[in-house]
């Protein structure tokens, strides 16, 4: 089982719809949890972080995390065509000199 | 604010050359520091963990004698790449963790290298 797991995808949804990106992970002592865009041929862009369970809204992105469940989730509204890209979640663990686990990332597609 | 620079953001080398490649935090300290690899199509993988001051950790399967970290200070990292061959040529990005964060990293424009 991979530590952080991802749906590669290619997720497609129409402009204007919601899409939603699912990402689990399988270490419990995971504190806090990232979602990163990544176009192609561009470097990761961090667009949501979440450290504590519930939902965290920033604009047109929602963050969801259950830690009783290992889950974090990220929903776009009004997907547009610019959202585009591969969609990274990414875990922390204390005491992992700060590194980062990596999902393989989520295609996703808003088509006009 | 949490800008990352990279330079260059893309070059060209022989085989057998080396090539330095700067990540610097430039408007936070950062603690730590990370060099990652990216082939088309594939996705990111840690080659090393560099904290100032400090050696570098590389991660299994990275040749420390090839890829040379330096983390001079706390907005200042470089990477060498050492004596290039062409299956070196990948897209190099680092990034940094803020000194005060909770271990969220921000990435660099990253630098594609390619060996001739």
């Known amino acids: 089982q991979k530590e952080v797991e991802q749906n590669s995808g290619p997720l497609s949804v129409p402009e204007g719809a919601i899409a939603s990106l699912n990402c689990t992970y399988s270490?419990?002592?995971?504190?806090?949890f990232f979602w990163y865009r990544q176009y192609s041929g561009k470097s990761p862009e961090l667009i949501m972080s979440i450290y504590s369970n519930g939902d965290k809204e920033d604009g047109r992105f929602t963050a969801q995390l259950n830690k009783a469940s290992q889950y974090v989730s990220l929903l776009i509204r009004d997907s547009q065509p610019s959202d585009s890209a591969t969609y990274l979640c990414?875990?922390?663990?204390?005491?992992?000199?700060?590194?980062?686990?990596w999902g393989l990332g989520t295609s996703l597609a808003v088509n006009p | 604010g949490a800008v990352v620079s990279q330079h260059p953001s893309w070059v060209i080398c022989k085989s057998g050359t080396s090539v330095k490649i700067e990540c610097r935090s430039l408007?936070?300290?950062?603690?730590?520091m990370f060099w990652y690899r990216q082939f088309p199509k594939q996705s990111l993988m840690l080659m090393a963990t560099?904290?100032?001051?400090?050696?570098?950790?590389?991660e299994q399967g990275v040749e420390k004698d090839k890829f040379l970290i330096n983390h001079a200070s706390l907005t200042l990292s470089t990477l060498t790449v050492t004596s290039a061959h062409p299956e070196d040529s990948s897209f190099y990005i680092c990034?940094?963790?803020?000194?005060?964060?909770?271990?969220?990293?921000?990435f660099g424009p990253g630098t594609r290298l390619t060996v001739t």
């Open positions: 990414a875990v922390s663990r204390a005491g992992n000199n700060r590194k980062l686990i």
């Open positions: 990034s940094a963790g803020p000194l005060q964060g909770k271990y969220e990293q921000y």
């Open positions: 408007d936070f300290q950062a603690t730590t």
């Open positions: 560099s904290n100032e001051g400090s050696k570098a950790t590389y």
């Open positions: 270490d419990r002592v995971s504190q806090s």
